[in-house]
């Protein structure tokens, strides 16, 4: 059962902008992680937040999580050609630790 | 290298075939994953493995079987009761989980099953 909604579904933008992607999800969660799948590809690991952490850093990589508004953010500063891909978020639920529930993704387009 | 492989890339089927995917892990990791990726969906859990010996049903395991005899290696079968097969197919592994939760999973290429 999908747990994520990634909003926007799709999102374009030039090359040099930031990219923001959110993710809603609806249980309590031990972590939410953020997964990246170029076109026609395995999915590649980006970052891993858990419950207790407010906003994680990873290069270019900004990540916030909300558990209060059972939310998080994916910001991707001055954007790359090559992060063209879509973006997906996967929960961990709490008391369900064995699978992660997967989100329907945000395809990004970024224009040279 | 360390990785997932997934072969083949491409695999086309008659109606009524049974099938079976490949998936292989140097990783020496513990759990195993299959899931089912749709034109524009996310990821379905198809099947998953904890340990050698040892699987369970995912969200979408009708039409589907697996086996676990080693750690390296998690095949999947589809077969003929699947009524719709055509789609790309993604296998993972990751560490057994930590303390608190869930270890990132590490994905293999995928398969594009065709049913023609």
């Known amino acids: 059962s999908q747990q994520g909604e990634e909003d926007p579904q799709a999102l374009s933008i030039q090359e040099g902008e930031n990219a923001t992607m959110n993710c809603s999800y609806k249980?309590?969660?031990?972590?939410l992680q953020w997964y990246r799948q170029n076109s026609g590809r395995g999915l590649v690991h980006l970052i891993l937040?858990?419950?207790n952490e407010r906003e994680k850093h990873s290069g270019r990589l900004r990540v916030t999580l909300d558990t209060s508004k059972k939310s998080s953010s994916l910001l991707i500063t001055a954007s790359r050609a090559a992060d063209t891909a879509s973006y997906f978020c996967?929960?961990?639920?709490?008391?369900?630790?064995?699978?992660?529930?997967w989100g329907l993704g945000t395809s990004l387009a970024v224009n040279p | 290298d360390g990785g997932i492989t997934q072969s083949p890339k491409y695999l086309f089927r008659k109606e009524g075939q049974n099938v079976t995917l490949s998936c292989e892990q140097n990783?020496?990791?513990?759990?195993m994953y299959w899931y089912r990726q749709d034109p524009g969906q996310g990821l379905r859990l198809i099947y998953y493995?904890?340990?050698?010996?040892?699987?369970q049903k995912g969200d979408i395991a009708e039409g589907y079987s697996v086996s676990r005899e080693k750690k390296e290696s998690f095949p999947l079968t589809v077969t003929s009761a699947q009524k719709n097969p055509t789609a790309f197919y993604l296998c993972?592994?990751?560490?057994?989980?930590?303390?608190?939760?869930?270890?990132?999973?590490?994905f293999g290429p995928g398969t594009r099953l065709t049913v023609l």
């Open positions: 996967a929960t961990v639920t709490r008391g369900n630790n064995r699978k992660l529930i």
């Open positions: 249980t309590s969660i031990n972590n």
């Open positions: 493995s904890q340990i050698v010996n040892d699987f």
């Open positions: 937040i858990r419950s």
């Open positions: 990783l020496n990791h513990d759990a």
């Open positions: 993972a592994s990751s560490i057994a989980w930590g303390g608190d939760g869930y270890n990132e999973q590490f």
